[in-house]
């Protein structure tokens, strides 16, 4: 059985192309770019090319980017340096919905006696900027706001925040893991002083990522050490997976626009399909504002786990905003934070398409999901069996898992 991946904003696979440039430097081309020997000096030229495919595809300079380890340590890195690096400021601004590398963060933070304030979203996922505006205040440090949410997709209005933090001459960072290959990012006309992306989420491998440094903001290292990528992260060069992440910038540069209509389409017809052959089945976030590749849906009354375990024998793979699958306890806080019914939270299921997803895998999960979702609503006791079609459903106080 072939596996479908509808799984992308978890992570990508890495394309052959991508492990056609990196594969040189695991192999014959092992040296330390720092050494002063040739077979490993010569391998800087390798790094400083990858900074220019990286630094393209966000329309910064070179020198603007260093290499980490990933999205969580770009995202730690920027919130911990905002407070470092302007001892007098104890204050940040974030929203209820961030990844936890940002939030987990952020509320560390507060408890070492910073303040922080977290934004709340509406039902559809969305901030209102007036009370960003209001929250702001000289004692803030940082805004850290995600461009666009892995669980909803929904996408934040970055160049507004981008603007009002400027013009309150407030430091902005966005955690754009999720929106770095998807959508058009030009930091030349969006002033972000600090974007954290990761290579696992563009079909580079896992352990590589970036984060943009605006020339001008003062950065206080996460990794001290080597004098390493301009002295702001310290440690040996990961060149396999800078060379990587550089390849992969340039196959989404040279995408982004088609592809992501092409992806747009299958997604949109996805969730038309599902929405229409699922009775209780509900979309969540702007669906204005999302990703082009994402659709989160409720399946009202059933639990996302029995869905993800009877999709699983299909070979789909998808993820859910409920409980346990995700490693925690607690349901989505991205759907809580919109008001989401806990009936839907625990029914929610996460479908992300890249540009490895083909027309007849969006056909399988058209053709088999809806038997499934039927299946289980005949299993839930909270399901109202003899309601008409249409009828408004009644929701059970609450229930928990
Ligand atoms: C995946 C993800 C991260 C974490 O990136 P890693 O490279 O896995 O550390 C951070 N933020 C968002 C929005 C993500 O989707």
């Not at 966000?58 to 603007?64: A, D, F, I, Q, V």
């Not at 050490?225 to 060069?237: D, I, N, S, V």
């Not at 092409?262 to 969730?271: C, F, P, W, Y």
């Not at 969006?362 to 399901?383: G, H």
């Amino acid at each position: 059985m072939k596996t479908i991946y509808l799984d992308n904003n978890a992570t990508t696979a890495v394309d052959p192309a991508v492990l056609d440039a990196m594969m040189p430097f695991l192999t014959t081309d092992y040296g330390n770019a720092s050494s002063m020997h040739a077979f490993g000096g010569r391998l800087r030229h390798n790094i400083d090319q990858a900074r220019e495919q990286v630094a393209a595809l966000l329309h910064c300079c070179p020198e603007e980017i260093v290499f980490t380890s990933g999205g969580t340590e770009g995202d730690i890195t920027a919130i911990n340096s905002a407070l470092l690096a302007q001892p007098e400021k104890h204050h940040i601004i974030t929203s209820r919905v961030e990844h936890p590398a940002v939030r987990t963060t952020c509320r560390m933070m507060q408890k070492r006696g910073n303040r922080l304030t977290e934004l709340p979203v509406d039902e559809l996922g969305r901030l209102n900027l007036h009370q960003l505006e209001a929250a702001l205040t000289d004692d803030t440090a940082l805004v850290t706001i995600m461009w666009a949410n892995n669980e909803t997709g929904v996408v934040f209005p970055i160049q507004d925040i981008a603007e009002l933090c400027r013009a309150k001459g407030v430091q902005f960072h966005s955690d754009s893991v999720q929106a770095v290959g998807k959508l058009p990012v030009n930091l030349r006309k969006t002033p972000i002083d600090l974007l954290s992306m990761s290579g696992h989420k563009l079909h580079a491998p896992k352990g590589i990522g970036a984060l943009y440094i605006r020339k001008g903001t003062p950065l206080a290292p996460l990794m001290t050490g080597g004098h390493q990528e301009f002295g702001k992260r310290a440690g040996t060069e990961n060149i396999a997976g800078i060379v990587a992440l550089g390849k992969a910038c340039e196959l989404a540069q040279k995408d982004l626009s088609g592809e992501n209509e092409r992806i747009r389409r299958l997604r949109d017809r996805l969730e038309r399909t599902l929405l229409r052959d699922c009775p209780d089945a509900r979309l969540n976030g702007d669906p204005d504002n999302r990703l082009p590749n994402t659709a989160n849906i409720s399946f009202e009354f059933i639990e996302g786990e029995a869905i993800l375990l009877l999709m699983d024998e299909k070979g789909i793979c998808a993820s859910s905003g409920s409980a346990c699958t995700s490693g925690s306890l607690e349901p989505s806080h991205v759907l809580r934070a919109m008001g989401v019914p806990f009936t839907a939270v625990h029914g929610s299921i996460r479908f992300s398409l890249s540009r490895f997803t083909a027309d007849e895998e969006i056909d399988t999960v058209c053709r088999e999901l809806p038997p499934i979702i039927k299946r289980l609503r005949q299993l839930s006791p909270f399901s109202p069996k003899d309601r008409a079609p249409g009828a408004p459903v009644e929701r059970p106080e609450q229930i928990r898992l």
